[in-house]
């Protein structure tokens, strides 16, 4: 006699509501998919998902709850399931699409979504969901509005400049867009604020932003931005796996001696962590000499100087997640056989102007005009 071996109830999850499916498997491999029924996204909805779920699992095996992570409609569920110690994961959107295709499944549907994810978490070891602690979603919360408010006040600047250029441009339109510009500077300022507060809030926190601050270039803004996008490394095991979550992780194309196509990065990761790498491997490039000589040696005969950028915000971002796990500061004259802990410029440091012999003073991101600011680069990442 059969024997249910694994159940998992997949959820494909939208705004107002989600639709819900169970499958079980069998001890000779067989899936068994029940019937799909949709809730509406609120807690009315989270707790008839449990009694309809208690009314179809068997007792053993324990059961799993697997979902899509759709923007950020799915963390109230996930909330409610984890208080309720119900072990969750949350997929990647680009990982169900990709076994929906091994499964030969051209269509989709939110009734296909549900199977297909609850399928998946059937069949597959999936990772479990931790919520993020209070204070590093805090800090992803405000990071983010930072980042929307400088692509807005660029979007508004590239408009004013458009209007100025045209023929006799409507006062009202010029002084609205300069009204809207100023609101969003103060803002800006206020949200940076706030920032910076977080950071402080707690001692052990404080501590090692000060230390990884201690690398050239690198401000406030960068390491709360990386910080909150991993949960300060939180679920990081190694930089192999750093490396993959921010899209660096090199993808090739080569078969046989025909097809050879250029390497790249894979940029399937969180690209708010490349746009806040960006202006501090443009320093690197420029003041550290180890790193710059790397930069120079990785562009030789290229087209595009980005390369050598991007393999410098690789350096950079594994940089700090050393400092952050060992608890040290940055050593301007550390020399390892580690490349990722090769010294950068210390912050706000002043150096010698190669021409001039003039000291002078590098920037960090936090200190770039706000037209400039990494976070305008998201569009393009």
């Known amino acids: 006699m059969n024997a249910i071996i694994r159940q998992c109830v997949g959820i494909d999850i939208a705004k107002l509501s989600f639709t819900a499916c169970l499958c079980r498997v069998q001890t000779d491999g067989r899936f068994e998919l029940s019937e799909v ?25 324990q059961i799993c709850f697997v979902m899509e992570a759709t923007g950020i409609y799915y963390e109230p569920l996930a909330y409610h399931l984890t208080k309720l110690n119900q072990p969750v994961s949350v997929v990647l959107p680009n990982k169900v699409k990709h076994y929906a295709k091994s499964l030969n499944i051209k269509s989709k549907t939110d009734t ?28 992803r919360d405000l990071c983010r509005l930072y980042t929307d408010l400088k692509i807005q006040r660029t979007a508004f600047i590239n408009r004013l400049k458009s209007t100025q250029s045209g023929n006799e441009p409507l006062a009202f339109i010029l002084d609205s867009t300069r009204s809207i510009i100023r609101k969003l500077d103060n803002e800006i300022v206020k949200c940076a604020a706030q920032i910076q507060q977080l950071l ?8 090692k932003v000060n230390k990884i601050q201690t ?18 490394f939180r679920l990081i095991k190694n930089g192999k796996q750093l490396t993959s979550y921010a899209g660096y992780d090199i ?25 806040a790498l960006h202006f ?43 400092l952050w796990k060992n608890d040290s500061t940055y050593q301007e004259n550390y020399s390892s056989g580690n490349q990722e802990t090769k010294p950068l410029l210390r912050h706000k440091d002043e150096v010698l102007d190669s021409n ?8 960090a991101q936090d200190e770039l ?10 569009r393009q990442i």
């Open 37 to 61: 029924v949709k809730f509406d996204n609120s807690k009315q909805g989270f707790n008839q998902l449990i009694k309809w779920v208690r009314k179809q699992v068997d007792k053993l095996p």
């Open 251 to 275: 993808v090739e194309k080569q078969s046989g001696s025909s097809i050879k196509g250029k390497t790249r990065i894979s940029k399937k990761g969180n690209g708010r962590i490349r746009a």
């Open 200 to 207: 402080i809030k707690e001692e052990w926190l404080e501590e």
């Open 215 to 232: 690398i050239k270039g690198v401000g406030f803004i960068t390491i709360a931005i990386i910080l909150a996008e991993t949960q300060g």
């Open 369 to 378: 005009p706000s037209n400039l600011s990494t976070e305008a680069l998201l």
């Open 356 to 363: 001039t012999g003039r000291p002078i003073s590098l920037p």
């Open 112 to 139: 296909l979504d549900a199977r297909t994810i609850a399928r998946m978490g059937a069949e597959r070891p999936l990772e479990l969901w931790q919520p993020p602690a209070p204070i590093f979603k805090e800090l």
């Open 280 to 322: 501090p491997a443009l320093v690197a490039s420029r003041y550290n000499q180890q790193l710059k000589a790397v930069y120079t040696r990785i562009n030789e005969k290229k087209e595009c100087k980005m390369v050598g950028a991007t393999a410098l915000q690789r350096k950079i971002l594994l940089l700090i997640y050393t």
